[in-house]
């Protein structure tokens, strides 16, 4: 017997190592979350190389991220002889790319064919909606981009455009998918969907490519199955169609990836001459487990199975409700220190979240408290680019002088104040000796786009010595032109962090005892977050969004921000309805199945910056069965009332009217005359109400008038 049977023998359970040795064939192994199934395809992988003898040349092992990737290396390198594996480990547009190098040439791309990613898309587009015509008034960057990849998607269009004995004509670069590939074609460049296609184009059009590709790929194995889609499939059926033997790996109830075209009934109808289901999970304790079990088994649309582990019971799961989202985090990182106290690392712990704006709040808390992290698959969020922008206005606003913040946005939003028109004032500054913004406030000629930004800055200066550094934030917003800019490109994710950042210091000015905070202190309190340097070598707390988090798993797990709106996410409800529920819930189930030794499920009171409503705890807590787990803190049963009505919505009525309508319940409480209160200014009259910001102007007895979101007043009547 060969020593790595006896190590599958002593590794494994039974099913999984007959998923290991049926390496013949179609098999599927269908199973539910950490149940074994990455490991039992690592040793798959494995046997295959040191039991039968096979070249890693031959075997394709696909997987979903470029993170799953490494790491399934990295365990493939443990049990193989070194340089017993290679490349094609890898996931599947890395497969194309590794195709293409070779093949594209019979469609006249040179091999170093450059790959665009979706900035270049999107600045490629924007070039061909201006030589179009086309407004952004009529049609976001978004829309046109969705555009090109229907028409990719359904049009023959490498036939029609792609080919290297296509003539073009003027005619033909009038539609707006045609200019788009014909920029692409004149830089060789491809972008996702064309990685996808080509490859598929290839194996379809050119037998010998096609025979040589399934001759070289003996065995091929397919990790996530579930969240592949139809492009995929197509690619991985035609690879094995020579050897037939094709091993896919998923769990339906892991299925994420629908809103990007994942096909998961693909997977669950797979033809095949094996199945193999396991059901004990090797990962998680039972209170942790049964919380998992709970959440999915709310899924109409699956089919039922249960996990069971043989796991010490371990500590129970806790739900944390907080009165703010401070203390939230406050929560969190104490319950870290607590750990770490009882031995255990930083790096051992996870924070998921559903969108990556809620990083914030986590990041200022670790921040705070000296615990360093690293966001996986993301930028941490005072380094984000419109973050990063919207501080430059603040600091140029406070500061003439600042021309690194200048230089930033002098042209963000574009205002014709490009590159040439920035090495002259460079060069002008250099002989006045000036600051660059003070060189182009003395030479601005009237009406011209200098003088135009000159009014903007001036204009928020003389804004600033008066107003709360938030409101001069959402006023700098809008007449720049930056929010504008996101809105028409629809990029939800920095829409939703520029808010997340209006809120956060919305948050710190309540939080202050003192008069108005003043802009300068206010920017020197956040350069704490801004300018850290970490070192990448220490052990850190990890955080990410959970989609990045799929196949992966930590001894302690932090699920946080769990409030209706969010986690579910309200966009995918009301665009996907019953659909969008049930992928949630799945997303639910993946994110629990990620916990080794603890699960800790938060939640706050507070406002939610993506649905503008206040926040109450998700209808997934309401779902788990109650004695599962414990609640810290008390959550006020209006709050409960509130996670009801947002789950009767799904039934009764169209999202839209009954969210609009609880908005504006929630953002009209008030009306000019009302007497109000506020936790630190006291009391103060309604003098305004601005409802497209959602604030109202309230006069106070100090005499001054501030701006304030209605959800950090409450009636003078009512009692605190
Ligand atoms: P997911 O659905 O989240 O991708 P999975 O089914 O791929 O999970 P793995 O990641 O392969 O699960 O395994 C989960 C954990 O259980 C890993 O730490 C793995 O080492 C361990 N494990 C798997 N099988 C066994 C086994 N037979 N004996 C002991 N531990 C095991
Ligand atoms: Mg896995």
Not at 89 to 102: A, E, H, M, Q
Not at 377 to 382: A, E, I, L, S
Request: charged fraction near 30%.
């Amino acid at each position: 017997m060969f020593d790595f049977e006896k190590r599958i023998a002593s590794d494994l359970n039974s099913r999984q190592a007959e998923a290991v040795t049926s390496t013949e064939g179609r098999v599927r192994v269908i199973a539910g979350a950490g149940t074994g199934k990455t490991k039992a395809l690592t040793y798959r992988y494995a046997y295959l190389v040191n039991v039968l003898g096979i070249d890693p040349a031959n075997i394709l092992c696909l997987t979903f991220t470029n993170k799953a990737a490494s790491e399934m290396r990295q365990r493939i390198a443990t049990m193989v002889h070194s340089g017993d594996y290679n490349d094609f480990v890898c996931t599947i547009d890395g497969f194309c790319v590794k195709f293409l190098r070779k093949e594209i040439h019979r469609l006249g791309f040179p091999k170093t064919f450059s790959i665009i990613d979706e900035e270049d898309r999107k600045s490629l587009a924007k070039q061909c909606m201006e030589e179009l015509g086309i407004k952004r008034t009529e049609k976001t960057v978004k829309e046109f981009l969705g555009q090109v990849s229907s028409f990719k998607a359904l049009d023959a269009y490498i036939d029609t455009y792609m080919l290297p004995d296509v003539v073009w004509s003027d005619g033909m670069l009038v539609s707006p998918a045609a200019n788009y590939i014909h920029r692409q074609i004149k830089n060789y460049s491809l972008d996702f969907d064309d990685l996808e296609n080509f490859t598929n184009y290839i194996l379809d059009h050119f037998q010998d490519a096609r025979e040589y590709w399934q001759g070289q790929l003996n065995y091929i194995m397919v990790d996530e199955a579930q969240d592949c889609n139809t492009d995929n499939w197509q690619i991985i059926e035609k690879l094995s169609a020579g050897h037939r033997n094709l091993f896919v790996v998923g769990d339906p109830d892991q299925a994420i990836y629908e809103w990007r075209g994942a096909k998961p009934d693909r997977f669950v109808q797979f033809a095949r001459d094996k199945d193999i289901i396991l059901d004990e999970n090797y990962r998680s304790t039972p209170s942790i487990l049964n919380v998992a079990n709970s959440v999915i088994s709310k899924n109409l649309n699956r089919i039922p199975k249960d996990l069971f582990t043989r796991r010490p019971e371990g500590r129970a799961v806790i739900h944390y409700h907080g009165k703010s989202e401070v203390e939230e985090m406050e929560w969190i990182v104490r319950q870290m220190k607590l750990l770490m106290e009882s031995g255990a690392r930083p790096n051992e712990f996870a924070v998921l979240y559903r969108a990556s704006f809620q990083s914030r709040a986590i990041e200022q808390e670790l921040l705070n408290s000296r615990l360093p992290y690293t966001i996986w698959g993301g930028t941490r969020f005072f380094e984000r680019k419109e973050i990063k922008d919207c501080l430059a206005y603040l600091r140029l606003i406070s500061d003439s002088g600042d021309d690194l913040a200048f230089e930033r946005i002098v042209n963000v939003p574009a205002r014709k104040l490009g590159k040439k028109y920035l090495e002259s004032l460079k060069e002008l500054a250099r002989e006045e000796r000036g600051s660059l913004y003070g060189t182009m406030l003395a030479h601005a000629e009237e009406g011209s786009p200098a003088a135009g930004f000159v009014a903007l800055i001036e204009e928020s200066k003389e804004y600033a010595r008066k107003a709360l550094v938030s409101d001069l934030l959402d006023r700098v917003l809008d007449r720049s032109g930056l929010k504008r800019m996101y809105r028409e490109d629809q990029d939800e994710d920095r829409l939703e962090n520029i808010e997340e950042l209006l809120q956060s210091v919305r948050l710190y000015e309540s939080q202050r005892s003192e008069d108005d905070v003043d802009l300068a202190e206010y920017l020197q309190d956040i350069a704490l977050y801004t300018n850290q340097d970490y070192r990448k070598d220490t052990p850190t707390v990890k955080l990410m969004t959970v989609h990045q988090a799929k196949g992966l798993e930590f001894p302690y797990v932090f699920v946080i921000g769990l409030s209706e709106g969010i986690f579910p996410n309200m966009r995918t409800i009301r665009e996907y309805k019953k659909n969008g529920e049930e992928e949630e819930r799945r997303l639910m189930y993946v994110a629990v199945t990620r916990a080794e030794k603890a699960l800790f499920l938060t939640e706050s009171e507070g406002f939610n910056v993506s649905t503008r409503m206040n926040k109450y705890p998700s209808r997934f807590l309401t779902e788990i069965q109650r004695n599962m787990f414990v609640t810290e803190g008390y959550v006020p049963e209006d709050l409960w009332r509130g996670t009801r009505n947002m789950m009767h919505v799904l039934d009764e009525e169209s999202f839209h009217e009954s969210f609009e309508r609880e908005r504006s319940e929630y953002m009209e409480p008030f009306k000019v005359g009302d007497v109000v209160c506020h936790s630190i200014f006291g009391e103060g009259k309604i003098v305004g109400a601005n409802k497209e910001s959602t604030t109202f102007e309230v006069r106070f007895a100090d005499g001054k008038t501030r701006h304030l979101r209605a959800i950090f007043l409450r009636p003078a009547d009512l009692p605190e």
